[in-house]
């Protein structure tokens, strides 16, 4: 049973809007989430993170929500650009123990 | 010089055949991983090493075998493996301190193909 989950395989935005990812957890247990992205034959790059002390962390044009009461994770990216264009995977840890990432979302911003 | 860097990229093999995965982190990280990255699904954890110690086995089949020389050094031993092991195989490091994983760097993975 997946505890992180990404339920859009993929999204497709056009250029300057905003892009939105989502991530639904079922572990209460997970504190800390984060973001990957990985481009096509590269590794994962870590992106933002959030604590679940917070409900929104923000660096640039990336922030993060956190909605503990709904297990909901999403990132917001406005605006977004083709360089955008990658694989996102969400990723949660409970009281430091390992990652446990969800499946990805493939994004595509059209220019 | 990258972070982690992982060889071969590329890897065919029959199923009979015995190869080996290697990483290497520049980064005088403390853990090394092994995740498994097959297509539309999760990242798969499948072995962890802290201090050259494995403290973590996924249930993985024992066709994988790592092996950990060093702190900066991971290998996956590949052996009579399958088609459905054709996956992405992405090693990554960390500096685990008391009371958390830090952040996971990844190298770029190698692309194993099973006929």
């Known amino acids: 049973d997946q505890q992180v989950k990404q339920n859009s395989p993929s999204l497709s935005v056009q250029e300057g809007r905003i892009s939105i990812l989502n991530c639904d957890y079922t572990?209460?247990?997970?504190?800390?989430f984060l973001w990957y992205k990985k481009y096509p034959a590269e590794g994962p790059t870590f992106l933002i993170s959030i604590s679940s002390i917070k409900d929104k962390n923000e660096d640039g044009r990336f922030t993060v929500f956190l909605n503990k009461s709904a297990k909901h994770l999403s990132l917001h990216i406005v605006p977004s650009q083709p360089g955008d264009s990658a694989v996102y995977f969400c990723a949660a840890s409970a009281l430091g123990n390992k990652l446990v990432f969800g499946a990805g979302t493939i994004l595509r911003v059209k220019s | 010089e990258t972070g982690v860097t992982q060889t071969p990229r590329h890897l065919v093999m029959g199923m009979t055949n015995k190869k080996s995965l290697k990483c290497e982190q520049h980064?005088?990280?403390?853990?090394m991983y092994w995740y498994k990255q097959s297509a539309k699904k999760p990242l798969e954890l499948m072995f962890v090493y802290n201090f050259k110690e494995q403290t973590e086995n996924n249930s993985v089949p024992s066709r994988f075998s790592p092996e950990c020389p060093n702190s900066s050094h991971l290998f996956l031993h590949l052996h009579t493996l399958q088609p459905e092991d054709s996956a992405l195989y992405l090693c990554?490091?960390?500096?685990?301190?008391?009371?958390?994983?830090?952040?996971?760097?990844f190298g770029e993975g190698s692309r194993l193909t099973v006929l």
């Open positions: 572990n209460s247990m997970f504190d800390y």
């Open positions: 980064l005088g990280h403390n853990a």
């Open positions: 990554a490091s960390s500096q685990d301190k008391r009371g958390g994983t830090g952040e996971l760097f």
